[in-house]
């Protein structure tokens, strides 16, 4: 025998309970909030933190360049000595 399922009518004026989604929901929202937020303060410390060695070593590249030999200055009755060198 085949049973057939009765289709019953909805009652419209019974409202489903979706609390448990809403908080859920809001409790996911919030975690991914706080997740977010802790990585932009993450990120903030460590950009603040290379800008200030950026700051504190922002010459030393000046110290590291090789000393400039000086230029030999002469005259020209001085090339006759110096070439003969």
Known sequence: ?????KNKMKNPFIREDSSAGLIAG???????AGG?????????????EAAAYAKEHALDYLK??????KKHKSDVQDL?????N
């Open 36 to 48: 977010a937020v802790y990585l932009y303060f993450k990120k903030r410390k460590e950009m603040a």
């Open 1 to 5: 025998m085949l049973m057939y399922k």
């Open 26 to 32: 809001l409790a996911i929202g919030a975690i991914a």
């Open 64 to 69: 590291q360049k090789a000393p400039h030999f």
């Open 80 to 84: 006759e000595s110096i070439i003969a």
